[in-house]
């Protein structure tokens, strides 16, 4: 691929020139002159003719499997602070023309220091770098062990994510490219390092989105020179956050051998027979050798978390059978949760080289169908609530110690799942969510899309392929979601859900295909698509302000409406009301802590009597904490519906939150321990983990007809369904067929349950001087 090849695949994704740039007046001439490449400018050239040596720059669509240290593998981390520059808002090709990538930046101009990883907007003082749209210039300098070229190892350089769209450059040339942020991108470096002596590494990011792009956005011109200063524009976004951008991930180097494991698929099952369980993970690994050598051989080995051997294999592809395991679990659905195994692969090259790699496994198995999800064969409710990675400072920058600190909050809360509300998020949080036993819905940056046309629906199965194959072999990782409150009742919209749902099927047809929806339930043309239906609905907030007495009635009718049309499993993705910390006013009223929290009460009694009626699979809040937005005259600075501040304190929601959903956790394990579970080994169970938790047995007939359709399923009639264009239900039957009972017996007891929890949040209410309509 030369680089004019390049420009052009770039330029696709991110509009070069001002033809279909969004204006506002037409572009004067000179203007337009001089801002001819703004949206994305051109790989460096002196000249339309002079373009300078490299012929190929490969653009990055696979980040590679997480860089881990092993015996045969060596991590170098990059992080730190690097020196940064704006490309001048007026000039901004001035860095590819003078070539600002084959020296140190600082030897062309001034620069700053700045935090790698972090978004660099709100790391300095500066307004216009936190406002800056256009190209941002990375530097840093490096050293490698020359033992490294004397061994012989492959060396691979892989970033987290650069936020948005991005060019690398090594030593002058540019190595790889990407389009789209949140996503890691790799290249192998290994021909490109200099082994003796300073090694220099250069990032070009641009933050600019256009209706191609995946979020989408628009440049506005404003012209009128009597109104606006010269070159003056907008970016305008269809999503209500901050648009963070630069290296907001962690930088590695790390090395493999010649031949190296390059990939691994895992597909994990759980049996369960007269109460005793046993799991199987089917393995797929690929692996890669110099040219002119055999294929290497596999073997592969299960360790538990005391690094015991379990089970092993011997080949590159197989199933392992571990009987008596150790289950991952969501928190609180058993007292062991997150628990995961360590599957070590290695391949072996056959000049004898080896190479090793750990995966961590969690044993579990999501089905589901017209009115439920399960894990492990038992009825699943999810509660929870979206989240941002934002913080102060760092933005959206990775920072281990507020990752913790989020994950402690979420399991004060009671909470057992999160949405990537939106666009995937940094791996590191996703290992604490696996080690956690917090699920996720893991979210694609597919936000507000309109239009719907061919060349955005290909952008949006390549990033959905890109990111389902960064996430596959996670146990937290319960649906996918393509995308949060797209315009889906726009006509286009049907097709391109039919594609890009079937296309993330095909990726990965072991867990449910969501997205977020917002339209109205008779307008909506996505859900049809859908595995799994979640709706944002902000009762008594953005409608009916101030009217707490519509929530009972307005949520349940709308949820009826949802899952009477789409025979789905139906839950609520966002509700709540923005509150500012420390307004307390007393009858309640909009943006104070009480109104906030009421909102809640009454919105909890409105879930309980849809959990009654058998289809209604969870809640999740808005916000888990305050997060930055855009400059806007209708939020001060943040969106303020978070149960926590920006900087992580608890609102008087969080505390209703909390009761609510320890609440829930309690009363489900009980209803599952009554349903599932002889007496004696409740009576055992109960015993020893006080009443709480159970593991119960699962009916040896569902087992089996499970057992029977993941037999049938046929992965070439899957294939051929998907290019006819036919939705495909891949694993719904598997419930379908066998679990009404799961739902029968549990009826009276969740109905219980939630009689009981009506009567507490009376109480509570009442205790707080709370008035439920």
């Not at 789209?180 to 220099?200: C, E, F, Q, R, W």
């Not at 006013?585 to 104070?592: A, D, I, N």
């Not at 909102?599 to 009694?605: E, M, Q, S």
């Amino acid at each position: 691929m030369g680089p004019l090849i390049l420009i052009l695949l770039l330029c696709a994704g991110l509009s070069c020139g001002l033809d279909i740039i969004n204006q506002e007046e037409r572009v004067p001439k000179s203007f337009n002159d001089n801002h001819e490449n703004f949206m994305f400018a051109t790989l460096p050239i002196q000249t339309e003719d002079d373009i300078v040596n490299q012929t190929e720059v490969p653009v990055s669509s696979w980040g590679g499997l997480y860089p881990q240290t092993s015996v045969s593998r060596e991590v170098k981390p990059l992080d730190g602070v690097w020196s940064f520059r704006l490309s001048p808002k007026d000039d901004p090709d001035k860095g590819f023309r003078e070539l600002w990538f084959e020296k140190p930046l600082s030897t062309t101009g001034t620069v700053i220091a700045m935090a790698v990883p972090s978004s660099y907007n709100e790391v300095t003082e500066d307004k216009n770098i936190r406002e800056h749209v256009g190209w941002a210039w990375y530097d840093t300098q490096f050293y490698v062990p020359a033992r490294w070229q004397d061994e012989k190892k492959r060396v691979v350089l892989r970033f987290g994510s650069v936020t948005y769209n991005s060019i690398i450059y090594l030593n002058g040339k540019a190595i790889t490219s990407h389009l789209g942020g949140h996503l890691p991108i790799m290249a192998d470096v290994t021909s490109s390092l200099m082994y003796s002596s300073k090694n220099l590494l250069t990032v070009a990011v641009n933050n600019t989105l256009t209706p191609e792009t995946i979020p989408q956005g628009t440049i506005i011109f404003h012209n009128d020179l009597s109104r606006y200063p010269p070159g003056y524009f907008e970016q305008k976004y269809n999503f209500d956050f901050f648009n963070f951008a630069g290296i907001d991930r962690p930088v590695f180097l790390y090395t493999t051998p010649q031949t190296y494991v390059d990939n691994i698929r895992v597909i994990t099952k759980v049996f369960n027979t007269q109460g005793s369980y046993s799991a199987s993970i089917e393995y797929d690994i690929t692996s890669q050798s110099p040219a002119g050598q055999d294929n290497a051989s596999c073997s592969v080995f299960l360790v538990d978390a005391n690094d015991t051997l379990v089970v092993n294999g011997s080949s590159c592809s197989g199933t392992l059978t571990v009987s008596q395991p150790q289950l991952w679990w969501p928190y609180l659905m058993d007292p062991i949760a997150g628990y995961q195994y360590t599957l070590w692969v290695r391949v072996t090259g056959s000049l004898d080289e080896i190479d090793e790699y750990p995966l961590k496994v969690g044993l579990r198995e999501v089905a589901w169908n017209t009115s439920g999800v399960t894990i492990n064969g038992r009825p699943l409710y999810i509660r929870g609530c979206g989240k941002h990675e934002d913080a102060d400072i760092r933005g959206k920058g990775y920072d281990a110690a507020l990752v913790v600190k989020d994950f402690a909050l979420l399991k004060w809360l009671g909470a057992n799942s999160f949405r990537t509300s939106h666009y995937p998020y940094a791996e590191e949080i996703m290992d604490r969510a696996d080690a956690e036993g917090i699920m996720v819905i893991d979210e694609s940056p597919a936000i507000g899309l309109s239009g719907f046309d061919p060349a955005l629906r290909d952008r949006h199965i390549a990033v959905m392929e890109e990111f389902i194959m960064r996430d596959r072999n996670r146990p937290s990782v319960i649906m996918w979601s393509v995308g949060n409150e797209p315009k889906s009742s726009q006509l286009a919209a049907d097709d391109y859900f039919r594609a890009v749902v079937n296309a993330s099927k095909l990726a990965d047809p072991t867990r449910p295909v969501t997205a977020v929806l917002s339209e109205s339930v008779n307008s909506d043309l996505a859900a049809q698509w859908l595995d799994v239906i979640w709706v944002n609905r902000y009762f008594s907030w953005y409608s009916d302000t101030g009217h707490l007495e519509v929530i009972q009635r307005q949520t349940v009718t709308e949820f009826q409406e949802w899952h009477s049309k789409f025979q789905r499993p139906v839950g609520i993705s966002e509700y709540g009301a923005g509150s500012i910390p420390g307004l307390h006013m007393g009858p309640s009223f909009t943006w104070s802590e009480e109104y906030q929290t009421e909102l809640l009460l009454n919105n909890f009694k409105a879930f309980d009597d849809l959990r009654d009626q058998g289809f209604f699979m969870g809640e999740m809040i808005w916000n888990f904490a305050d997060f930055l937005t855009p400059q806007e005259y209708n939020r001060p600075a943040m969106c303020m519906k978070g149960l926590f501040t920006r900087t992580r304190q608890p609102k008087m929601a969080a505390q209703v939150t909390r009761a609510r959903y320890h609440d829930l956790a309690e009363w489900d394990n009980s209803c599952e321990r009554r349903q599932g579970s002889t007496p004696d080994e409740d009576d055992s169970t109960s015993e020893e983990l006080n009443g709480i938790f159970a593991i119960p047995a699962k009916d040896a007939r569902l087992r089996a007809k499970e057992e029977e359709s993941f037999s049938e399923f046929d992965y070439d009639d899957f294939e051929a369904k998907r290019k006819e264009g036919e939705v495909l239900d891949t694993r719904r039957g598997i419930v379908e067929r066998s679990s009404e009972f799961l739902v029968q017996s549990q009826a009276q007891c969740l109905s219980d349950a939630a009689a009981s929890r009506q009567t507490r949040v009376q109480a509570f209410a009442h205790v707080f001087g709370f008035g439920l309509a």
